[in-house]
């Protein structure tokens, strides 16, 4: 029991001091409160300085391209409608620029495009159309733009059929009628592109086309050549310089063997050749500046490819040229007029490359 009152003690003085505190303390009175809050008291103060307005970010500079199309809502085949590209030289300096717009398989091109000058000053005002690139033919047009200035083309084309289902890679455009439009800057080695896909109304209906049929042989042998290119820049050189990757591929469209093939690669001078892949496996000949792969009899329906790597110096300027053309030959062809192919590439300005700092410097 003695233990017990050794330990109450001290809690009751603990709190009977706590009630003597309590006892003398004194709530502020309302007056008080009042004045801290009154009209007089925030009078006193120093008013808060105006926040200054938040400037709008300024848009970029650069030379940009926006396309759109003008369709009625009930647009269907045999319908008129117009697409039109805006370019805009959006820098303070003279831009060179080619656009190009490949026409969607379900359109051709009605009259003659037109070229309207927004802003000063731009040339020429007049386009070129090539109908051999692209399912309905290619719009191009290059010039130059002085800094500010803004282009329209408008060209009007011709709904010949709904769009077929799954068409395009396009996610969420089926049934659509695409296009796109690509803009190069100043030989630059990047392209940007401009998109356009809407349904088409008078087709919304409509049901989906048969299935195309699939492609028969041509009677005899009939050998043709296709040819592709990709420039990249060489960043396993010393000196730095550029990579071209020539595709050709071959074959033969008819019923019959073809005898004799040969299949002839001439890349320009002024580029050194350095890796050749075949498929079947091929080892070429060379007679001066050509290659010479000897397929041998190629049955109907039957054809391979060839991949050739050649390298471009680092003291190639910007702008020079490069070519490369493909020939196809046979003993008993019986349509010469599929059987060359030739690509060119115009070597743009290499990309920069950081010296200093080194990676992993900071």
């Keep these: 029991m003695r233990t017990k009152r050794v330990h109450i003690r001290p809690a009751c003085l603990l709190v009977s001091a706590m009630l003597a505190l309590s006892a003398g303390w004194v709530a502020p009175s309302v007056s008080a409160q009042t004045d801290v809050l009154s009209p007089a008291s925030q009078a006193s103060r120093p008013p808060f300085p105006p926040q200054p307005p938040v400037a709008p970010l300024p848009p970029a500079r650069k030379v940009f391209l926006v396309k759109s199309a003008d369709a009625p809502d009930n647009l269907g085949p045999n319908g ?13 300096e003279t831009a060179r620029a080619v656009v190009s717009d490949t026409l969607p398989a379900e359109t051709e091109l009605v009259g003659s495009p037109v070229v309207i000058e927004l802003t000063p000053s731009a040339d020429p005002l007049t386009t070129t159309f090539d109908s051999t690139l692209g399912p309905r033919g290619t719009i191009r047009w290059e010039g130059t733009l ?4 803004k282009i329209q ?15 395009s890679s396009f996610i969420g455009w089926d049934r659509s009628v695409k296009n796109v439009a690509s803009l190069r800057v100043n030989d630059s080695a990047s392209i940007s592109v401009a998109t356009h896909a809407f349904k088409p109304g008078g087709c919304r209906d409509n049901p989906p086309p048969p299935p195309r049929p699939e492609p028969g042989p041509v009677a005899g042998a009939d050998v043709a050549v296709h040819k ?18 020539w595709l050709v591929h071959y074959g033969n469209r008819g019923d019959q063997t073809a005898t004799g093939v040969q299949v002839i690669d001439t ?12 498929v079947p496996r091929i080892t070429p000949t060379q007679e001066g500046g050509a290659f010479i792969f000897d397929v041998g009899d190629l049955p109907g329906l039957r ?17 020079t ?9 046979a003993t008993n062809d019986v349509s010469p007029t599929n059987n060359t192919a030739a690509v060119t590439l115009t070597l743009p300005h290499l990309p920069p490359i950081i010296t200093y700092p080194v990676s992993g410097a900071t």
């Design 321 to 329: 040229v490069l070519t490369n053309t493909a020939r196809i030959t």
């Design 153 to 167: 083309v408008i060209f009007k084309v011709r709904l010949l059929s709904c769009p077929e289902p799954d068409q």
């Design 228 to 245: 592709f290119a990709r420039l990249h820049p060489d960043r396993n050189l010393p000196e730095r310089g550029w990579q071209v990757s």
């Design 303 to 319: 054809g391979g490819s060839i991949l050739l790597r050649t390298a471009v110096g680092f003291d190639v300027p910007a702008g």
């Design 267 to 278: 890349p320009s001078s002024n580029q050194t050749l350095t890796l050749v892949r075949t």
């Design 80 to 92: 008129t409608f117009d697409y039109k590209l805006l370019l805009h030289n959006n820098t303070a």
């Design 146 to 149: 002085t800094a500010g200035a």
